[in-house]
């Protein structure tokens, strides 16, 4: 069998297995037995080298981007106000209900007022006698029946009176509780019959459909901080929701103890789920930019240095071992700097399988709308 391929392409221990039967054959039978080996054995390489290896991939995009700065943060009424008494009497009404929506001007509660009110029909009345008594005196001084020191003295006395009257009105108004601004009330403490006096608390009224956050943060952020800058904010009681919002103001002073800043935001609060008092995680959007985007899954790190693998669409998907510079990073993904541009495609599942130079075959592309389980989990109804 010397001068033969055979020995080279079967393993020693087969070859000395078959060898009694090889010198058996006759030359021609052992030249297409040969033959027929040798096929095989390029058909079972070739196959080997076009074998490829699954993966899941992932599209380079270009997004908008910004470098977050988070914070914690309190929520204020846009306006806030504890309305109280200014004299001392009895409750005779009562127009509203715990946590009800009340507009500007509309009467809460009125307080025991029939004395005033007497004084002030005492007092229109006088007014009315007054002004008859200046209008027949004028007519006599036209006619020059009546001296104009007279009529003068009537005049004088009919202001008096209607000074009056705007005192007895202005003081009524005390015992009249309006709402100053649209806005919810709260609790309801007071009854129909309770006495009060100045100072005592009738009812809080806080203007919520837009909220104030008062927030701090390190001093070293101050010259990024202005007025306009987007936010967003979340709290522990929905927390699937996102509040949006932006930086109203950037407070005067930086507190010497602890080197930060109060930054006053305004959210958007329609719905009015949102309270006063609660407390918000806050993310502030700065630096806007546009970004190469990527996976952070489809990142390799060797050392201090990074690296991805670009599949190469029109060489039959073949691999490509990329370095690229990373920036920022958030929540599953990075922004690349240097090495991609929108629209390559990157092994983003499977790299630790792939070396440079394969062949793969990709099972799907994940995006915003496909998920990795969702693509593995069709692949899988195909197999079935």
């Known amino acids: 069998m010397q001068g033969h391929p055979l020995p080279a392409i079967l393993p020693r221990a087969l070859m000395t297995v078959l060898s009694p039967f090889i010198r058996r054959l006759s030359p021609r039978t052992l030249s297409a037995l040969l033959a027929l080996i040798i096929l095989l054995h390029v058909a079972s390489t070739t196959a080997a080298a076009q074998q490829t290896t699954p993966v899941i991939g992932a599209r380079v995009s270009l997004e908008p981007w910004s470098d977050p700065l988070e914070a914690l943060g309190t929520l204020r009424a846009d306006e806030s106000v504890t309305l109280s008494a200014t004299v001392t009497d009895t409750v005779v009404e009562v127009n509203f209900r715990d946590g009800q929506v009340v507009e500007e001007g509309q009467l ?33 001084q036209t006619r020059n029946l009546a001296p104009r020191a007279d009529v003068e003295d009537a005049q004088a006395r009919l202001r008096q009176v209607e000074a009056e009257i705007q005192g007895l009105e202005a003081r009524l108004r005390n015992y009249r509780v309006r709402a100053p601004f649209d806005g919810v009330v709260g609790f309801r403490n007071i009854s129909v019959g309770s006495l009060v006096t100045p100072g005592t608390e009738l009812v809080t009224l806080d203007k919520v459909d837009v909220v104030k956050l008062d927030f701090n943060v390190p001093e070293v952020f101050l010259a990024i901080l202005e007025p306009g800058l987007p936010l967003a904010a979340r709290s522990v009681a929905f927390p699937d929701e996102r509040f949006d919002g932006h930086v109203e103001n950037v407070g005067s002073r930086v507190d010497p103890v602890s080197r930060s800043v109060t930054v006053r935001a305004e959210l958007g609060n329609p719905e009015l789920r949102l309270r006063p008092g609660m407390l918000m995680e806050v993310i502030v ?86 998920s990795v389980r969702e693509i593995l989990e069709a692949n899988r109804v195909e197999r079935n």
Do not use: W
Request: without cysteine.
């Open 285 to 370: 959007q700065r630096s806007s930019r546009q970004a190469v985007v990527v996976p952070e899954a489809a990142l390799i790190p060797s050392g201090d240095r990074q690296f991805v693998l670009v599949i190469d669409e029109e060489d039959e998907n073949r691999v490509e071992r990329r370095e690229v510079k990373v920036g920022e990073r958030r929540t599953g993904q990075a922004e690349i700097l240097e090495g991609l541009e929108a629209g390559d495609l990157l092994v983003a599942h499977g790299v630790q399988r792939v070396q440079p130079e394969d062949r793969v075959s990709l099972l799907g592309i994940v995006d915003d709308t496909t």
């Open 108 to 140: 809460l509660v009125r307080l025991q007022d029939d004395e005033q009110q007497a004084q002030l029909r005492a007092a229109q009345a006088q007014r009315d006698e007054r002004r008859a008594t200046v209008n027949r005196l004028a007519q006599l």
